[in-house]
């Protein structure tokens, strides 16, 4: 009997022993993933060079309008066009402006 329960026990050891190895090898994994992920984020040493501070060309403008008309299905006047210069910007952030965007679309016709 007292074999038996040594050899459970060397048995859960083993089995513990290959688990927490094998949890601690994937914990490096996805630390060194993500170590490389931000090293691929970081922005370069070299600043971009500053927007030009001239807005759209006409054709840009008419573009940009055309396309706000199509994905908004209506006719839609601009009086603004800010360009944004940001190459990291996520798609959280995209998604989230489009919400917006949309929410005024839908608030513009209760007045």
Partial sequence: M???FEAALYLMA???GV???ALLLLQACTTAISALDRLAR???RHPAAPPPAEGPSEEEAAAIVAAASAALARRVEVHHIRMIHDENMEAWSRLGRLDIMHSH???AGNR
Avoid: K, L
């Fill in 2 to 4: 007292a074999h038996n």
């Fill in 14 to 16: 083993i089995g513990m």
């Fill in 19 to 21: 688990v927490f190895s």
């Fill in 42 to 44: 970081r922005p370069s």
């Fill in 105 to 107: 679309d839908r608030g």
